[in-house]
C-alpha cells in the first residue's frame, strides 16, 4: 500500500496495537511488508502484504518472443536465478520434444549446484543478522562473492547469467574453470570449521534460534511446504530425487533431514545442503572432462520460433523449495501463458502468518529470514 | 499401500467418475480432463484415498474465444511419485462482472493463495474462500490484468503521458555517432 494511501485507524483502548514490518527491513530478500498486530511483546496475528516488487512478469512474458523471455525468468528470484532458467528452457524443451545433449545437461547442473551454494551462503548470512549477528553476513556474502566471479568467468553476467536457452546452454566451459572451481570447493571446505565455530554450533546463535517458528510434519503436509524447510520438519522430500530432472539420477548425493522443524533444523538443513551441493559439484568436476559433445542441440531461427502448441508442467528443486512453470503454447511466436510457482508463495504467506501467531516480536525477522522466503516469487 | 496398489486404486477410482478422460503423458505426468461440477469431488477422492495430498499449484488460462476459462489443479502424490494435473473449462465473463467458481481450500489449504491471485489477476470469484480479497493489486482499480482482452500499451497509453527524454548529454553522444537511436517504427511497450 502507498503510504498516502494508508490512513490510521483509531481502535478503542485496549493494549493491542499494530505495527508494519516491511517493506524495507532485514528480515526478507526484496521488499515485502508483515502487518503484525501485537499485545505487548506478543503476536495475535500477521498479515502478509505482497505487491511491491508486482511488475507484471507472466503478463509481460506473453507479450514477448520464447526465447527474449529468458532475460526475464532469472529477475523473478535474484538470490538464485539459475533454477529459473532452466525451468523455463526445461518447459519449452518438453513443449517441444527437444533433447539436450548430455554435456549441457552437466553444465547446467553445475550452474544450479553453484547457485544453491550462493543462495544458502546468502541465507546463513541473513539469518545470522535477524538475530544481531553480524560477522556471518559479511563472511556468507564475501564467501558467495567468490562463486559470483565464477558465474561471471562463466556466462559474462554476476546474477543475472541468462546462460540457459532451450536446447542446452550458450556455449561451453572456458579452459581452466573446473581447477578454479575445484580450488573455490577447497576453499569452501576449509572455511567449514570456521562457520561451525561462528554459527552453526555457537550456543549465542543455538539458544536464540531453537524452538522458534516450529512447523511439525502435519502442518508442513498442510501448508504446502516444500524444500529445504519441508526437510527440517523430518520429511524427506526433494525434486532432484523424486521427480528426477536432467542428469540427476545419475548423481550420488544424500538429502540431510532433521526432525525438529524450527528456525535452527532449517539452517542447518541448509548447511548440510551446501555441502551436498559441494559433492556434487566434486563429481560433476570428474565426470564432466570425459562428457564429450555438443553443449546444445541447434534450435529454429530463434526469432521466428514458433514451438508447437501444447502444455508442460516442469519442476526444478531450488534452494528455496520447489519451482515449478506451467507453460502453454498455443503455436504462435510467443507462449501462450506462463505460471510461475515459486515455493515463497507458500512460504512467505500462510506458513509464514500461522507461524507469526504466538511468537515474539524481535524472533518475526528470523522466522521470515528462516524460512528463506523471496518475495518476487509472490509477486511475479 | 506402496505405489503399484496406488496406480491400480486410482485407476479404478477415475472410472468411476463421470465425462472424465485420463492421459498419463509419462512416467510421472497425468493429465485429467473432468467436468467442472466433478472437479472439488475428484480432487477430495485424489487427497483423501489416493495419497496426492500436496496441491503443487493451481493455473488459470484465458481462452476468450472459446468463452472460456481453464483452470489446472496440479497435485503431487509424494508416495506414487506422480503429478496429476486435473483441468476444467468453466465459462468465462465479461470484465464488469465476475466469473464463478468454487473454492477447493476446505480440501488443499494452500489454494487460497492460487486462488486469490487468479481472483486478482483474472476476476474469478471462488465461493467460500475465504481470500477474497485485493493481496498484490490493492491499488489497481481497472480490470483483471491478465485476461486476455486487456491490452497494457492501450491502458498505458490511455492512463500515462509519454515525456519527451533528450538531455544534452545524449544528444553529444548522439552527434558523435553513439547512443541510442529509436525509429518511429521500433517505439513499442
Redesign the interface.
Known amino acids: 500500500m502507498r503510504p498516502e494511501n494508508y490512513q490510521a485507524v483509531s481502535l478503542p483502548s485496549s493494549n493491542e496495537y499494530e505495527i508494519f514490518i516491511g517493506p524495507n527491513h532485514p528480515g526478507i530478500e526484496g521488499n515485502y511488508a508483515f502487518k503484525l498486530r501485537l499485545d505487548g511483546d506478543v503476536v495475535i496475528s500477521g498479515k502478509a502484504d505482497a505487491g511491491y516488487l508486482h511488475r507484471g512478469f507472466e503478463k509481460l512474458m506473453e507479450g514477448r518472443l520464447w526465447i527474449q523471455n529468458l532475460a526475464i525468468v532469472p529477475r523473478i528470484c535474484v538470490p538464485d536465478p539459475v533454477p529459473m532458467e532452466v525451468v523455463y528452457s526445461l518447459s519449452v524443451e518438453a513443449i517441444s520434444d527437444m533433447e539436450v545433449p548430455e554435456r549441457g545437461q552437466w553444465i547446467r547442473v553445475m550452474q544450479l549446484e553453484l547457485s544453491r551454494v550462493a543462495a544458502h551462503l546468502f541465507t546463513f548470512g541473513g539469518h545470522a543478522a535477524t538475530t544481531g549477528m553480524y560477522t556471518p553476513m559479511f563472511w556468507g556474502v564475501a564467501d558467495r562473492d567468490l562463486a559470483l566471479d565464477l558465474f561471471e568467468e562463466l556466462t559474462g553476467g554476476r546474477v543475472y547469467h541468462i546462460y540457459n536457452i532451450p536446447g542446452g546452454v550458450r556455449r561451453d566451459i572456458p579452459a581452466g574453470f573446473l581447477d578454479r572451481l575445484e580450488n573455490y570447493l577447497d576453499y569452501l571446505e576449509s572455511r567449514q570449521n570456521d562457520y561451525d565455530n561462528l554459527l552453526f554450533t555457537n550456543q549465542i546463535f543455538v539458544k536464540r534460534a531453537r524452538g522458534i517458528g516450529v512447523i511439525n510434519k502435519e502442518q508442513a503436509l498442510e501448508w504446502g511446504v516444500t524444500g529445504p524447510n519441508l526437510r527440517a520438519c523430518g520429511l524427506a522430500f526433494d525434486v532432484r530425487r523424486d521427480d528426477p530432472y536432467l542428469i540427476y539420477d545419475k548423481l550420488d548425493f544424500d538429502i540431510p533431514i532433521i526432525d525438529e522443524g524450527d528456525a535452527l533444523a532449517r539452517i542447518l538443513v541448509r548447511r548440510d545442503e551446501l555441502f551436498q551441493s559441494v559433492r556434487i559439484l566434486r563429481q560433476i568436476i570428474k565426470h564432466l572432462p570425459s562428457v564429450k559433445g555438443p553443449v546444445r542441440s541447434p534450435i529454429p531461427n530463434p526469432l521466428a520460433w514458433n514451438v508447437p502448441a501444447g502444455e508442460s508442467y516442469s519442476r526444478v528443486e531450488s534452494s528455496k523449495g520447489e519451482l515449478a512453470y506451467y507453460t502453454v503454447s498455443d503455436g504462435g511466436p510467443k507462449p501462450y501463458r506462463v505460471h510461475v510457482r515459486g515455493p515463497s508463495s507458500m512460504h512467505a504467506v500462510q506458513v509464514l502468518e500461522n507461524l507469526a501467531v504466538g511468537a515474539r516480536i524481535e524472533d518475526v525477522a528470523q522466522i521470515m529470514f528462516s524460512l528463506d522466503a523471496c518475495p518476487p516469487e509472490v509477486d511475479r | 499401500m506402496n505405489c503399484d496398489e496406488i496406480n491400480i486404486w486410482l485407476d479404478t477410482l477415475l472410472e468411476e467418475i463421470n465425462e472424465i478422460k485420463v492421459t498419463r503423458k509419462s512416467e ?2 497425468v493429465r485429467v480432463d473432468v467436468d467442472a461440477s466433478s472437479l472439488p469431488a475428484l480432487l477430495e477422492l485424489l487427497k483423501g484415498k489416493a495419497s496426492y ?5 493451481i ?4 481462452w476468450p474465444d472459446d468463452e472460456e476459462f481453464e483452470l ?1 489443479y ?1 497435485c503431487w502424490s ?1 508416495e506414487a ?1 506422480s ?1 496429476l ?1 486435473a483441468h476444467t473449462r468453466i465459462p468465462r465473463n465479461t470484465c464488469e462482472e465476475f466469473a464463478h467458481y468454487v473454492s477447493i481450500y476446505d480440501i ?3 489454494a ?3 486462488e486469490r ?1 487468479i481472483y486478482e ?1 483474472y476476476g474469478i470469484y471462488f465461493e467460500s474462500s475465504p481470500f477474497m480479497e485485493k ?5 489497481w482499480n481497472g480490470p483483471p ?2 485476461r486476455k482482452d486487456f491490452d ?1 500499451e492501450a491502458y498505458v497509453n490511455e492512463t500515462f503521458n509519454w515525456a519527451e527524454y533528450n538531455p544534452d548529454w545524449l544528444q553529444e553522444i548522439t552527434e558523435e555517432g553513439g547512443g541510442i537511436e529509436i525509429r518511429p517504427e521500433d517505439v513499442r ?1
Open positions: 510421472r505426468r495430498v500436496h496441491l503443487s499449484a493455473s488459470c488460462v484465458d489446472v496440479h509424494y511419485k503429478l494435473s488443499y489449504k494452500p487460497g493463495f492460487f491471485d489477476m493481496f498484490i493489486l490493492t491499488e490484468p491478465m497494457a511497450l
